[in-house]
C-alpha cells in the first residue's frame, strides 16, 4: 500500500473563496486521482492528476473550477474555485501505485461552504 | 457508460448475525473489482478481486467475483458493532484515456445493533 496524507483535514469557507487541498504520498506512485464524495452520495472522480502536464477531467468537471497540479511523483494539489455550498464535501486523493490495480484512498478534507 | 449497482442499500442486523452485501457492474476494459470500507471520510481498502483471484477472505469477512454474472458479493460473518459502516464497492476500468479510472456503487448502509 501507500502512506497518504491530505491537507486541510477539515475547512468551513465562505462563498467565493477557493481552497487548494494537498495530498503527499510516502513514495512515488504511478497515478494519482481526486474524487468528490457529497453528502449522502456515492464516490465521484473529478480527474487524473498527471505528473508534469495538464490533468484529465471527467465529464462534469473543469479546470477553472478545480484546477489540479502535480509537480512530482509524491505530490498533488487540488484547488476548489469560486466555491458555493454546492461544493460542500469531501475531497479525496486516491493513488494507482506500480501495478497494483487497486487504489488507496488518502484520510480525505471535509469541506463546508458557507 | 460505467455502471456499478449495490444492495441492499442499506442492512440493520444484530451482532453475530452474517450479512451479504451485493454488486453488480457493467464496465468496459474491466481489470478488477474492489471492496471498501467507510466509516468516516478515507474508504478503507478492502479486497481486490480479478479474474485471476476470484475469491479473497480475511478473517470474518470474504468476497468472491462472478466474471460470468458481472457481479460480486461481500460476506461478513459473525457482525460485530464494529462493522457498522458504509462498504462500497468499485470497478477498476483498465482502458485507454479511461485507465485508472474506478467507478463506484451508491454503497450499502450496514447498522450492527449489540
Known amino acids: 500500500s501507500a502512506v497518504i496524507s491530505q491537507k486541510p483535514s477539515r475547512d468551513i469557507c465562505q462563498r467565493g473563496t477557493s481552497l487548494t487541498i494537498q495530498c503527499q504520498v510516502d513514495?512515488?506512485?504511478?497515478?494519482m486521482f481526486w474524487y468528490r464524495q457529497q453528502p449522502g452520495q456515492s464516490l465521484t472522480l473529478i480527474a487524473t492528476a498527471n505528473q508534469g502536464s495538464e490533468a484529465t477531467y471527467e465529464s462534469g468537471f473543469v479546470i477553472d473550477k478545480f484546477p489540479i497540479s502535480r509537480p512530482n511523483l509524491t505530490f498533488s494539489t487540488l484547488t476548489v474555485s469560486n466555491m458555493s455550498p454546492e461544493d460542500s464535501s469531501i475531497y479525496l486523493c486516491?493513488?494507482?501505485?506500480?501495478?497494483?490495480?487497486?487504489?488507496?484512498f488518502g484520510p480525505g478534507t471535509r469541506l463546508t461552504v458557507l | 457508460e460505467d455502471k456499478v449497482v449495490q444492495s441492499p442499500l442499506s442492512l440493520v442486523v444484530h451482532e453475530g448475525d452474517t450479512v451479504t452485501l451485493n454488486c453488480s457492474y457493467e464496465?468496459?476494459?474491466?481489470?478488477?473489482l474492489l471492496w471498501y470500507k467507510q466509516e468516516k471520510k478515507a474508504p478503507t481498502f478492502l479486497f481486490m478481486l480479478?479474474?485471476?483471484?476470484i475469491e479473497k477472505k480475511s478473517g470474518r469477512l470474504s468476497s468472491i467475483l462472478d466474471k460470468k454474472e458481472l457481479s460480486s458479493i461481500l460476506n461478513i460473518t459473525a457482525t460485530q458493532t464494529g462493522d457498522s459502516a458504509i462498504y462500497l464497492c468499485a470497478v477498476f476500468n483498465a482502458g485507454g484515456t479511461s485507465y485508472g479510472k474506478l467507478t463506484f456503487g451508491q454503497g450499502t448502509i450496514l447498522t450492527v445493533h449489540p
Open positions: 480479478t479474474s485471476s483471484g
Open positions: 486516491s493513488v494507482l501505485k506500480g501495478d497494483l490495480w487497486g487504489q488507496f
Open positions: 513514495s512515488q506512485v504511478t497515478m
Open positions: 464496465v468496459t476494459n474491466f481489470r478488477s
